[in-house]
């Protein structure tokens, strides 16, 4: 039978130091909230801070300390000091540091991934008036502290198990960035190679207009979705996260109509001359920072159109002409029609989209099988931890056996 004991009985736990992060000091690194990522933390990327010498000694981080961010989105995620420079926490993180022999810090951190720890960080955050677990709560927290020989038992079935499931979504992700590859690989082939009987011309030349979309406030509710820049995502529409309107004037005049290709004209450079491209899945109108292509519909397959801007020869084009300050980038209307276009038979253009919409087809369909397999993964590895916190691990547990 496992103790329950509190985690301020058995750590110290403090709030980290407060100072301004820069690259430019010589200082210890400061560690923050932004650093801890789900690969780990990556020290080269660490700003430093300056500190005097008696802070540096009393907020200095160890091996074996635990950070934990107290505030913001990712409000309970934690990590393992196992290696680090001379480094302090940020004051929006809590060090925790073990001082009873009775628990290990590997032990502790396995904890802070189980679903009855998170339970207890969502009913923290939700009592709270700022949205965040301080230490007080986090002293508060109960844990299981089964025998010391029992502890390094789950430490070392879970790092093997969770290796392995580490290397299972690796291997996943790799294949699923091959077959993006692969598709895009096609894609830049065709726009670059080209074949014969295609005209260079330009946007200009295939389109009688380009048109700026609404620039009226878009409201939570209302009777028409307003598509903004963000719901360009892979050259297709995502209706995920939708604004709306209700005036009729902007309804009547933006409405978009099926095979209407979007262009994002602004934005930081890396998310500028995506397009995207309607095909009429429900009424919407689009918003300001957007440009319908009015193109010629008798020489230009909507879709062929989309695909191109999408490629790379475009995207070269496009970081060429774009205007730039500090956060935004942007590119014009009177710049899109100056953008070159490989303007193929149309017979042709049909042929190529029927081509790339397999490829995307095939594409997506081990997207959905990947992400699918990313989730059975997620969720042995809450299976195994819900067993180890539980006193139901086994050398022979069912699961292990799907990874080790």
């Given amino acids: 039978m496992s103790e329950v004991e509190k985690l301020g009985h058995l750590a110290a736990i403090d709030y980290g130091y407060t100072a301004k992060a820069s690259f430019e000091f010589d200082g210890p690194k400061f560690l923050r909230i932004t650093d801890l990522t789900s690969e780990g933390v990556d020290w080269q990327s660490v700003p430093q801070c300056p500190i005097n010498e008696a802070d540096l000694n009393k907020h200095k981080l160890e091996q074996n300390d635990i950070v934990f961010a107290r505030t913001g989105a990712t409000t309970g995620k934690s990590f393992l000091i196992k290696e680090t420079p ?40 939700s009592g709270s008036a700022q949205g965040g677990f301080n230490a007080s709560k986090l002293k508060e927290l109960l844990i299981p502290i089964p025998s010391l020989s029992e502890q390094k038992r789950i430490v070392a079935i879970l790092d093997e198990a969770f290796g392995a499931i580490a290397r299972a979504k690796e291997n996943a992700a790799r294949n699923l960035a091959n077959a ?12 670059t190679e080209k074949c014969e009987g295609w005209e260079e011309t330009t946007i200009g030349n295939i389109c009688s207009s380009v048109e700026y979309g609404t620039s009226t406030k878009s409201q939570p509710t209302g009777q028409v979705p307003v598509l903004r820049m963000g ?15 209700d005036n009729s004037a902007d309804i009547e005049k933006y409405i978009l109509q099926k095979g209407d290709v979007l262009f994002n004209r602004t934005n930081s450079a890396e998310h500028v001359g995506k397009t995207c491209i309607y095909r009429g899945e429900q009424p919407a109108v689009f918003a300001g920072y957007l440009i319908r292509i009015h193109y010629d519909r008798g020489c230009v397959d909507g879709e062929f ?57 095939e594409t997506n369909s081990l997207e959905i099988l990947y992400k699918q397999k990313f989730t059975a993964l997620d969720q042995l590895k809450q299976s195994l931890l819900q067993k180890a916190f539980t006193g139901q691990l086994t050398d022979k547990t069912k699961e292990l056996e799907l990874v080790i």
């Fill in 86 to 125: 001379t480094a302090v926490a940020a004051s929006y993180l809590i060090r925790l540091r073990l001082n009873d022999s009775r628990c290990l810090p590997e032990y502790v951190a396995l904890y802070f991934q189980t679903k009855a720890y998170w339970d207890e960080i969502e009913r923290g955050i």
């Fill in 180 to 191: 993006r590859e692969l598709f895009d690989s096609y894609l830049n082939r065709v726009f």
């Fill in 231 to 245: 719901n360009i995502q892979n050259r297709e529409i995502d209706w995920t996260d939708l604004v709306y309107t």
């Fill in 305 to 361: 159109l989309n695909y191109y801007l999408n490629s790379d020869e475009a995207r070269r084009h496009g970081k060429i002409v774009m205007s730039r300050s500090v956060n935004q980038a942007n590119i014009n209307g009177k710049k899109l029609k100056d953008y070159r276009f490989p303007l193929a038979p149309i017979e042709d253009q049909k042929k190529i989209v029927a081509s790339f919409n397999a490829l995307r087809d």
